[in-house]
């Protein structure tokens, strides 16, 4: 099928040349026919037209989780792809919080063909342990081969410090990329909010920034030890953004994201013990969005995430310490970013981060596989229920104003409006 | 003004300063009733309380369903040992059948902070707090103040030191509350490892010198130590905690002026205040407990109001 996209002002400010001009693009087959500032539609082209439309280099997310295999009442991967798709999302990495765990290539294959035939592509991390229990390597090469981009025992610290520096040594063989997640569980205790002012006016037990930051700066010697490549995903305090903005002046190789709700919201949401905002790492104080935002603009944080995580309603209308963490954020990603940033750094934000996945960047170019996402950036609206694609809808965002929506995206040879 | 402006009791936070007076007006009231020699009323006949309890009590039960029954409330009483709960019910669901069989209001105990607050988005009925994990327990307060405003004359102006586990303690964190929403002036005292780190957010002032915190002091309020209940070690024994934070007769006997000395209860005698100290003058611990009976009939007899 070929689609002519009409007048479509491009965001790319790595092609100068494109970069805020209107165009028309064609579409051939998947790939970019051309790009000019007319082009006439013959009858066998579909024609796209639509109110202020911009267009991007498809957009990128780090950290996704879905249900399947296990989870699947939370949300499957076909959903999780089209909810991914219609959120402006054309490739996306996948967390390993399923039941049982991708712990082998068989678990990556299964993962790889469920995804199969689907807009948006998924790009699995397999665990870096066993069952994700912290004890023993898993088998990391073969999960490697298979498709694994990366390697993290989902959200569970990695306790035992030598089997981290097992882990960065045995990775860098293949260069693979070893996760850690920030938090010393001896310090955090039976935490689950910020400690802090609302903490304390709560009654809720509160996990210091002190976990985070002792357990970056440990997982910081061990690489400069090490070598290898290490990501750190979801920060949440200031002084982690200093810690990797000075381990990156080392020149360690090491990246680190951030969740979208950790730049937008403090833990005074959490005021009615709406388990909604219970999230992990949790919402900090505004001195910390503060500095992840200013992280981020410097690029001492490289990504941002939704870090999506589906839960049906049965893990979240419970009383606040008995429910699950996480929230859903692809449909809300784009409008919230939008908000924080200027449209060109959300996009930039949004459009960066697949090499380090071992990803091939895309290009807005001629003769190039067409990997784009088509987008209103002006439009304001509040988001509901109904904007919500996701099988769960355990959004923290409903309610809030955004501004940004998607139309639609264009990957694999295929076409989402 | 004659109501709440609350329709459920979820923590002090949620009160202002006129519903803490109301309450205590009419707490005076009924506090002349249960010294009567007939100490019921008819004002709640009709009206159907539950006393969910998903964590154990003694004493705040025991007043709650006294209050109850002095102003003839039906009553019915369910504890979490006896329940569903451990089939795998969630909380709604539990509280949702028992207000299926007409029940207009639940006093609820729960080990999760915010329980009650979660609880009254879901159901309909008007709740009491008594007690969810470490955020509140405002009959607590409610009656610790109602016994320091008869024990004073007011509790504006008052300086209260508040004694022991802060970090664990709705207990401290309702009176806080309480006492600033009314004027008091309020420290905490008690070993570093069991203060918030954020407590002076709140408020109040930290001292670590027991001696000090009673010389400045109007009232202590002595917390109970619950080393049963806390996950770790928050000092190395009970024998060194009475030595720095336990009030005896010769501590209290050397201060500069005469203090009032309160305890929540269960008392340990010998670790937070000795018995000569418990039994002194001083103390006013068993008015707190008859003040509870009285407070806790105030509470329910304003809520109830607003639910007719």
């Known amino acids: 099928m070929n689609l002519l996209i009409k007048a479509a002002k491009i965001i790319d400010v790595s092609n100068p040349e494109l970069h805020s001009k209107k165009r028309d693009i064609l579409i051939k087959n998947g790939k970019i026919e051309k790009i000019a500032a007319k082009i006439a539609p013959d009858h066998q082209t579909e024609t796209v037209s639509l109110k202020n439309l911009h267009i991007s280099l498809g957009w990128f997310d780090s950290g996704v989780c879905f249900g399947e295999p296990g989870f699947e009442e939370r949300e499957t991967i076909a959903n999780g792809l089209e909810t991914a798709a219609k959120s402006g999302f054309t490739d996306i990495v996948l967390n390993p919080n399923t039941h049982p765990v991708p712990d082998s290539s068989s678990d990556i294959v299964f993962l790889k063909n469920a995804a199969k035939g689907q807009v948006t592509g998924l790009h699995p991390l397999g665990t870096l342990t066993m069952k994700a229990q912290g004890n023993d390597l898993a088998e990391l090469f073969d999960m490697k081969n298979t498709g694994a981009v990366g390697f993290y025992d989902f959200k569970h610290p990695m306790e035992n410090a030598n089997l981290l520096k097992i882990a960065l040594q045995y990775v860098s063989n293949f260069g693979g990329l070893a996760y850690s997640f920030p938090m010393d ?30 357990r970056i700066a440990r997982d910081l010697f061990i690489l400069e030890y090490t070598g290898g490549k290490l990501h750190i995903p979801t920060l949440s305090t200031a002084r982690s953004v200093k810690l990797i903005a000075d381990a990156k002046k080392k020149g360690l190789d090491i990246s680190c994201s951030v969740a979208i709700h950790n730049l937008l919201y403090t833990d005074s949401k959490l005021e009615e013990f709406d388990a909604a905002y219970k999230v992990m790492p949790p919402l900090r104080t505004k001195v910390d969005t503060k500095a992840l935002i200013k992280g981020v603009k410097e690029g001492s944080i490289d990504f941002v995430t939704s870090d999506h995580i589906p839960m049906n309603i049965e893990e979240k209308q419970v009383e606040f310490e008995n429910a699950a963490y996480g929230t859903i ?89 | 003004m004659s109501e709440l402006s609350v329709k459920h009791l979820l923590g002090i936070k949620y009160l202002n300063e006129a519903d803490i007076q109301l309450i ?30 998903f964590e154990n009590s003694t004493r705040t039960k025991l007043s709650f369903e006294l209050a109850e029954k002095r102003l003839s409330a039906d009553v019915i009483n369910f504890s979490a040992a006896q329940s569903s709960v451990k089939k795998g019910e969630t909380l709604i669901d539990t509280v949702n059948n028992i207000l299926s069989m007409k029940v207009d209001m639940v006093v609820m105990r729960h080990p999760n902070p915010g329980a009650g607050i979660f609880l009254s988005k879901h159901v309909k009925a008007s709740i009491v707090n008594a007690g969810d994990g470490a955020h509140e327990h405002p009959t607590q307060a409610l009656l610790d103040s109602y016994s320091i405003r008869e024990k004073l004359g007011d509790v504006t102006g008052k300086k209260v030191v508040i004694v022991g586990d802060i970090l664990h303690s709705r207990v401290a964190l309702s009176n806080i509350f309480a006492l600033k929403l009314q004027g008091a002036t309020v420290k905490v005292c008690g070993p570093k490892t069991l203060l918030p780190k954020h407590v002076e957010s709140l408020g109040v002032k930290v001292e670590t010198d027991l001696r000090k915190a009673l010389n400045w002091c109007d009232v202590a309020n002595m917390l109970r130590i619950q080393n049963e209940r806390l996950d770790i070690s928050y000092f190395p024994t009970t024998r060194e905690y009475t030595q720095q934070f336990g009030v005896n007769k010769k501590l209290l006997d050397s201060l500069d002026k005469e203090i009032v000395i309160m305890h929540p209860g269960p008392i340990n005698r010998g670790v937070e205040i000795t018995s000569d100290v418990a039994d002194s003058k001083q103390s006013i611990i068993l008015n707190q407990v008859e003040n509870g009976v009285a407070i806790r009939m105030a509470v329910l007899y304003l809520l109830a109001s607003k639910i007719k």
């Open chain 1, 185 to 214: 569980a001896a310090i955090a205790g039976k935490g689950n909010v910020n400690e802090g002012e609302s903490a304390v006016r709560l009654g809720l037990k509160g996990i210091p920034a002190l976990a985070e930051e002792l």
């Open chain 1, 329 to 417: 954020g692809l449909e809300s990603s784009f409008g919230i970013l939008n908000r924080i940033f200027e449209t060109e750094t959300a996009i930039g934000l949004l459009t960066k981060g697949r090499e380090r996945y071992g990803m091939e960047q895309p290009k807005i170019k001629e003769g190039e596989a067409a990997n784009l996402t088509l987008f209103d950036p002006e439009v304001k609206y509040r988001f509901e229920a109904k904007n919500i694609h996701s099988t769960s809808k355990n959004s923290m965002f409903l309610g809030a104003g955004l501004k940004g929506k998607v139309y639609g995206v264009i990957h694999n040879g295929r076409t989402l409006f």
């Open chain 2, 24 to 53: 205590f007006e009419t707490a005076d009231q009924f506090k002349e009733v249960i010294n009567r020699s007939i100490k019921k009323v008819p004002s709640l006949r009709d009206i159907t309380i539950a006393n969910i309890f």
